[in-house]
């Protein structure tokens, strides 16, 4: 079992900066894929990106490809979303999620563990 908790989130004005932390406990999270995805009000639950096991390839969405980092420290057992020039569309409850070892798709429905997310607003 795999117990992941987000925060960072909060309210930012367009254009300024945000990281969020996922803490994982449990069982160790190195060798699983992490992932984010989002979910605005009335829509549907969005891939945001992933990260190796390793931490070494990241795959994001094409909406914050540039944007957004996603890094993680095993040692720690911590993933992390640095989120920069944000847009109000970004606004929405991110959550951070475990995958498999080896993966590079974007669909939730791979992932085993998520956190309850928090939730990240943008003003214009």
């Known amino acids: 079992q795999v117990h992941l908790v987000e925060s960072g989130g909060g309210l930012v004005q367009a254009g300024g900066s945000l990281r969020l932390s996922c803490a994982a406990s449990?069982?160790?999270?190195?060798?699983?894929?992490m992932g984010w995805f989002r979910q605005a009000p009335g829509k549907e639950r969005e891939f945001v990106g992933h990260?190796?096991?390793?931490?070494?390839?990241?795959y994001y969405a094409d909406s914050v490809k540039g944007r957004f980092t996603i890094s993680r420290d095993n040692a720690k057992n911590m993933v992390y979303l640095q989120m920069n020039s944000l847009k109000p569309e970004d606004t929405a409850v991110y959550y951070c999620?475990?995958?498999?070892?080896?993966?590079?798709?974007?669909?939730?429905?791979?992932?085993?563990?998520w956190g309850q997310g928090t939730q990240v607003t943008v003003s214009s």
């Open positions: 999620a475990a995958g498999p070892t080896y993966y590079s798709g974007s669909s939730a429905n791979d992932f085993d563990y």
């Open positions: 449990g069982r160790p999270i190195s060798t699983r894929v």
């Open positions: 990260i190796s096991w390793s931490g070494g390839r990241t």
